[in-house]
């Protein structure tokens, strides 16, 4: 209980002093989406504009096809240049942690679980069409299966929510 | 190579005001079931509002639009059902969504540089063997 109390709890109490609301950055964010995708070609497949699961996909497969040779999937988008985004969020939260003197290194507690934890995201992320970025997106476009992809993200989420919530109360 | 640009500036800003806000487009199903907390949550609802404005904005400028979208088969519904709720529950269990780790990982938070890097690792072990093993699996 005690690790998502510690997640739930920077996001109550800080933005009563952040500028930056999470609504900025949901207006933001869809908006620089769905304007990659329609006005600067990145695309196919459609709804592409942010991905963190996918354009990560494409960044890592296009590398290692560039250094050996191989033939891994990478979206059309990605066929001759990758997508940059996970570069650039990197980029960008490493300067707004830095401005804002919040850039501190934190020793992990379960090292090899995160990792875990990230295959796995990956694997369910790609099997979906897309992370819980791309599915909001996709479900914003109108996309049938975007849409239930998204349901069952949610359903997950509140599965996993209530079972940690149990585990924390028994 | 205009692609590849344009995801690194959206990347940029994204990343900048992630970071500033705390958003996580799981954490905010999370804190609302959790403590009825709605601040992360109006960040989705936000995104997904907006999204669904600016795509017919888009089309009645003459930009690229999306769809038509052809009726998807009932393997392919469960495989992206499947997917997108193990994408929830296990994010939830990580403490956020990708792109809030990500944004963690350049905080400095070590756990979340490992689960990037996992997150890297995972796209070549699902299109290595997770793919190949679903598609003779499968019908």
């Known amino acids: 209980m005690a690790t998502v109390i510690d997640a739930v709890t920077p996001a109550r109490t800080d933005h009563r002093r952040v500028r930056v609301t999470a609504t900025m950055t949901g207006i933001a964010g869809a908006l620089m989406a769905v304007v990659a995708g329609s006005l600067f070609d990145v695309r196919p497949p459609d709804a592409y504009g942010i991905c963190m699961a996918c354009h990560a996909r494409d960044l890592v497969n296009w590398t290692i096809n560039a250094a050996a040779g191989s033939e891994l999937t990478v979206a059309p988008a990605s066929l001759v240049v990758p997508v940059l985004t996970p570069i650039g969020v990197l980029l960008g939260a490493l300067l707004a942690a830095r401005t804002s003197r919040e850039f501190r290194w934190q020793q992990p507690d379960h090292p090899v679980k995160t990792f875990i934890y990230g295959i796995v995201v990956m694997n369910c992320a790609l099997l979906a069409g897309g992370c819980s970025i791309r599915l909001l997106l996709r479900t914003g476009a109108g996309e049938p299966l975007g849409i239930m992809g998204f349901g069952a993200l949610g359903a997950g989420v509140a599965l996993a929510t209530v079972w940690l919530r149990w585990k924390a109360t028994r | ?139």
């Open chain 2, 1 to 139: 190579m205009i692609a590849a640009v344009a995801t690194l500036v959206a990347g940029v800003v994204l990343g900048y005001l992630g970071q500033r806000s705390r958003m996580c487009f799981v954490g905010g199903i999370r804190d609302f079931i959790l403590v009825r907390d709605g601040y992360l949550l109006r960040g989705l609802v936000a995104f997904g509002i907006t999204a669904w404005l600016a795509f017919p904005l888009m089309t009645a400028i003459g930009a690229a639009g999306v769809g038509p979208f052809a009726a998807p088969d009932l393997t392919t519904i469960i495989l992206t059902a499947c997917g997108g709720f193990g994408v929830g529950y296990v994010s939830t269990l990580a403490n956020g969504c990708p792109f809030r780790q990500h944004v963690l990982a350049a905080q400095g938070i070590v756990s979340s540089v490992t689960y990037v890097a996992g997150f890297f690792a995972g796209a070549v072990i699902f299109h290595l063997w997770a793919a190949p093993l679903l598609l003779r699996l499968l019908p």
